[in-house]
């Protein structure tokens, strides 16, 4: 059997919408986890753009990583594709990710933020962060719902966001 595997680092983490063999924490060398992207579908619209968040280059990021069934490869990533290519700004690659548990290092799939494309915000002041993070409102809810759910799940797996956690205390998401 191959393994086949998917990083999340943001919403996958809590709300994966695909079925999996496991799940480990991970880590992705080479980028960080980054509110950098305008939502304008799923967290905002293009008049009351959200954030939402992506990979952007430099540094490393914690996430999930997922094992899926061979079997179930081609109908996982078709799922991927829609949910996560919706307007193009993430570019699907293929990188090698760390299973903490072990140390083992695996080719994974993973969703990086396009920096070319006029929804990638790049990095913003922590006013701005705050103004998408509150306006935001799209077909999959609001984007302080989103913050706080990647929070929650963060926390949960003992992992710290600086940037995610400055948010949270500002807007009073978790008692944080």
Not at 36 to 41: D, P, T
Not at 115 to 136: C, F, N, P, R, W
Request: contains cysteine.
């Amino acid at each position: 059997m191959n393994q086949r595997w998917v990083f999340g680092y943001g919403s996958l983490m809590w709300n994966p919408g695909f079925g999996y063999i496991s799940t480990a924490h991970a880590r992705i060398n080479g980028y960080h986890r980054s509110l950098c992207v305008y939502s304008l579908h799923h967290r905002g619209t293009r008049q009351s753009p959200g954030l939402v968040l992506g990979l952007d280059h430099g540094g490393s990021c914690t996430g999930a990583a997922f094992q899926i069934d061979d079997a179930k490869w081609r109908d996982t990533l078709a799922y991927l594709r829609a949910r996560e290519q919706i307007s193009m700004v993430y570019r699907e690659i293929s990188h090698s990710i760390e299973i903490l548990e072990t140390g083992r290092l695996v080719e994974a799939v993973a969703f990086v933020a396009d920096t070319t494309h006029d929804q990638y915000a790049g990095k913003l002041s922590h006013d701005e962060l705050i103004k998408h993070v509150m306006q935001g409102t799209g077909d999959y809810g609001r984007c302080r719902d989103y913050v706080a759910n990647t929070l929650s799940h963060l926390r949960g797996m003992g992992i710290r966001d600086e940037t995610l956690e400055a948010i949270g205390a500002e807007l009073g998401l978790l008692g944080a």
